[in-house]
C-alpha cells in the first residue's frame, strides 16, 4: 500500500495541536505515555545530570521537550518539526519551561542537517515511524549519532513492529485495548491512520541500527504491547 505523503503527514498534524499538548496525559493513543515521558527525563537526568544541549526531533506540541525542562531548567532546546502549528505551539511552551535558549526549527528531519557533535541529549517521541526507506532510517540515526557529543544519549519512544507476524497480531490486539479505554469512538479512525501514514520498524533493528552508526551501548528502558522505549549511548 503507497503510505501518506510528507505533505499528507504535515498537514494531518497541523490540525491536532490539541492532541500533543498535555504532558499530564501525554499522547492518548501511545501506550504508556506520561510513563515512558518520565522514564527518559529521569534515564536522562541520571546518566547525563550536566546536560546543556538538548534536541527534540518530531517534537510535536513539545510534550518531550517540556518534560525534560523539569529536570534540565537550564538547558537550551533545539525542537524540529514538520508542521507549523505543531512547532509554534512547542516554540511557546518549551521558552516558558526553560530558562536557556530554544530554537525552533519547522523542517523535514531527513534532511536538515543537524550540526556536528553538538546536543547531549537527543529525543524523538513516536515520530520516527514516519521513516520509510533502510536509507532514511540510516541516515536520521548515522546524523544524530555524529550530532551528539561524546557521552550523548538517543532517546526513542516509538511504535514498534513485531519480530514475526503471530507477535505482530498478538502486541496489534494489546494496543487495540489500550484504544478502546483510551480513545473510545476513535479506534477505527487511529487503526486507518496506522495502516495509511505508519511505516514502523521492529524494536531490534533499532537498537542494530544503533550499534551500526556508532552507539556503544543500547538499552531497553519500557515495552508494553507495540510500544517501546529505549536509549543509544555514544561513549566515543
Ligand atoms: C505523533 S506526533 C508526536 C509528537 C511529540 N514527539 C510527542 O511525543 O508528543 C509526531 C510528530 O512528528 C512530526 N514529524 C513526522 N515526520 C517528520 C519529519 N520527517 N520531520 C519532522 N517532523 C516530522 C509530525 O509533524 C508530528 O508533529
Known amino acids: 500500500m503507497q503510505k501518506s505523503s510528507i505533505d499528507s503527514i504535515r498537514q494531518n498534524f497541523n490540525e491536532m495541536v490539541d492532541r500533543f499538548t498535555n ?11 506520561p510513563l515512558c515521558m ?6 536522562a537526568k541520571a546518566m547525563c545530570p550536566e546536560a546543556q544541549t538538548i534536541m527534540d526531533l ?15 531548567p537550564n538547558a537550551d532546546y533545539t525542537l524540529i518539526d514538520l508542521s507549523e502549528n505543531m512547532i509554534r505551539e512547542a516554540e511557546r511552551r518549551v521558552s516558558a519551561a526553560t530558562k536557556g535558549a530554544v530554537k525552533a526549527i519547522c523542517a523535514d528531519y531527513k534532511t536538515i542537517d543537524f550540526g556536528y557533535q553538538k546536543y547531549d541529549i537527543i529525543t524523538a517521541g513516536t515520530t520516527l515511524h514516519h ?29 514498534v513492529i513485531g519480530e514475526t507476524p503471530e507477535i505482530d497480531a498478538l502486541m496489534l490486539e494489546g494496543w487495540k485495548s489500550v484504544l478502546r479505554q483510551n480513545v473510545p469512538g476513535e479506534v477505527d479512525f487511529f487503526l486507518k491512520k496506522y495502516e495509511t501514514e505508519d511505516t514502523p520498524q521492529t524494536l531490534n533493528y533499532q537498537l542494530d541500527l544503533m550499534r551500526e552508526v556508532g552507539f556503544s551501548q543500547t538499552s531497553v528502558l519500557h515495552k508494553h504491547f507495540n510500544f517501546a522505549t529505549f536509549v543509544g549511548v555514544k561513549l566515543e
Not at 518520565?38 to 534515564?43: G, R, S
Request: aromatic residues 12%.
Open 58 to 72: 518530531g517534537c510535536g506540541g513539545g510534550n518531550y521537550a517540556v518534560k525534560m525542562c523539569e529536570v534540565f
Open 131 to 159: 521513516l520509510r526507506t533502510a536509507q532514511e532510517w540510516e541516515s536520521v540515526f548515522g546524523r544524530v549519532y555524529d550530532s551528539l557529543k561524546r557521552g550523548g544519549l538517543f532517546f526513542v519512544n516509538d511504535i
Open 23 to 33: 504532558i499530564e496525559t501525554g499522547q492518548a493513543t501511545a501506550i504508556d505515555s
Open 38 to 43: 518520565e522514564i527518559v527525563a529521569q534515564t
